[in-house]
């Protein structure tokens, strides 16, 4: 047919290369960006005008490759809630991906026999909306490029944001799919984004003020200038916020997560070498896309102290706790806590044992946590990396908002509540919006770092890359906690946790790189590094 050709032959400049495979992982597809990556870009609009036709609403489509080096990119597709694409259509976004430039044409068909068949080809007659953004990276450029000829070529309406931060991103295609109902988002711009944040912040603000300042290492990434254009919308001074932006800097591509970001203080434990803070201050990364941030800060003799995102999901879940009870609504909503295996198992303790909430394992990667938090009417998820977000449900929004109040100490709780689902992200993860709701938890509690810390004492962990010849032979089940396959060798790593007081240990296949993680943590730091190095050998 016409449209058949069509496809064939706007895709022609964009071939694959010889011998390349894709697939869509755990952060939708990802690598070097002149490594056949445009072809992907193509075929990701023709899935993402498919996506809009099934679900009758906006798609849209994120370009970034977060925290990796400047010269890789990637991809991924947001239903229209602002969540991640449905995991049963990931296979035909590597099933496009994978075909030949002449042959989408007839791919994207079975594609619409498959998901937009009705007798009247109704569905595939429906008029398709995608909107796209891209973070800093300068290949993000060519990449819209190839995606839009796939668009054009199915003549589907689209507007390109330009440069967003992936949470941005996200945010305007809930606002667009929301308007005008009784669930709307907010306004689908980049100043509603900001807008909403503030007058939520300053709500929950009301009264207190923040202790000292906090400096933002932005991975010279694209939350660099998005953060300085929110602080138009903060207030400064007394109930206010005082951001120091470092490491915002655009304009070298080369420098892109280089020695500084949320990977990098995560990974190295370490501050960013070129961050200079006082004793005890408080500092924040965000990685190269702003939807993952980790805390931390040197004590007065140099110690680091790193405070991630299981840290963010106790802080968050301790202040909604409260809220509630203050609120009297507790008895009404089911508070929990979302985590994966790599949270630190001190923090796993904390939840259950202190603040006595249920906490519940899942497979890494924010699609897995999200839905299980999604079962909660306040589910806090976080990844340990920093990953994370706090939803409430229907239910929860509908009591918050409609109970009266009795007194004003229940009133201001109640208020305090309601500002907090207009602060933090319901759609996705959020570096900026987590770490002002963490600097608002942070003056309401009029705690230092040094407070936050000292709730619980981390296990001392290792997490280690270690390349195998074949990755696949690794299966993990139980929320990944436990190898099935190669056989019997997670007996022989159950062998050598018992050797450790509170060793635990497990190993993975990763779902973004070519290697095995294993994960040690244990009582101390030397019995913790005993472990990860004999599991390693294992793996090896
Ligand atoms: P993999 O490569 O599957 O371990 C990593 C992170 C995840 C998540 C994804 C997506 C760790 C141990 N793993 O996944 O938490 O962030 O990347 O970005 O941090
Ligand atoms: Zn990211």
Redesign the pocket.
Known sequence: SDLIEAINKAAEPFPIPDGKEYGYG??GFRMKANAGLDHVMYTVGLIAAARSKKRNATIGVMITA?HNPAEDNGVKLVDPMGDMLEQSWEKYATTLANTPSDKLGQAYEDLVNEELVDELRQIHDRPAKVVFGRDTRPSGVALVKAMKAALDALKVDYTDYGILTTPQLHYIVRCINTKGTAYEFGEPTEEGYYKKMASAFKVLMHGRSIQGSVTVDCANGVGGPKLRELLKYLPTGQGGIDIKVVNDDVSKPEILNYECGADYVKTKQRAPPNISVGPNERCASLDGDAD?VVYYYTDASGNFTLLDGDRIATLGAVFLADMTRTAGIDEKLKIGIVQ?A?ANGASTEYVEKVLKLPVECTN???KHLHHAAARYDIGVYF???G?GTILFSENAIRTIRGTEPKSPGQKHALDSLSACIDLINQAVGDAISDMLFAEVVLAHKTWTPENWKNTYIDLPNY?RRVEVPDRRIFVAVDAERKLQSPKGMQEQIDNLVRLYVKGRSFV?A????DAV?VYAEAATRTEAGKLASSVEELVK
Not at 510 to 513: A, I, R, V
């Open positions: 755990t952060a977060s993952r994966t790599y890494t990667g924010v990844e340990a990396n990953h997490l993975r990763s779902g973004t790189e993680r």
